[in-house]
């Protein structure tokens, strides 16, 4: 059974970074497909990056110019580091494997002055 647990979420000001981490059980992230998305409070969740098996990295839009997501695959993790943080990308942070569909439980990000 995979197993997806994030960490790294906290409370930062604007302009801040953070980096979120997401350690896989019972599967190897460097042979899937691997993504981050949020939901913030009363909206849908959406899709921030992903990153897949042969290294090929996208991004959302509205953080591709700030946001960085890698893998370690000795570790088994796959990191979220995001730089410049705004008030609006606060958010429940989950790490997701399309294949399979699983998810884990989020990492609450927020940033506010």
């Known amino acids: 059974q995979v197993q997806l647990v994030e960490s790294g979420g906290g409370l930062v000001q604007p302009g801040e970074s953070l980096t979120l981490s997401c350690r896989a059980s019972?599967?190897?992230?460097?042979?899937?497909?691997m993504a981050w998305y949020r939901q913030a409070p009363g909206n849908q969740r959406e899709f921030v990056a992903s990153?897949?098996?042969?290294?090929?990295?996208n991004f959302a839009d509205s953080v591709k110019d700030r946001f960085a997501i890698s893998r370690d695959n000795a570790k088994n993790t796959v990191s979220l580091q995001m730089n410049s943080l705004k008030p609006e990308d606060t958010a429940l942070y989950l790490c997701?494997?399309?294949?399979?569909?699983?998810w884990g439980q989020g990492t609450r990000v927020t940033v506010s002055s």
């Open positions: 997701h494997r399309p294949a399979g569909n699983f």
């Open positions: 019972g599967g190897a992230v460097g042979s899937f497909t």
């Open positions: 990153i897949f098996a042969n290294g090929y990295r």
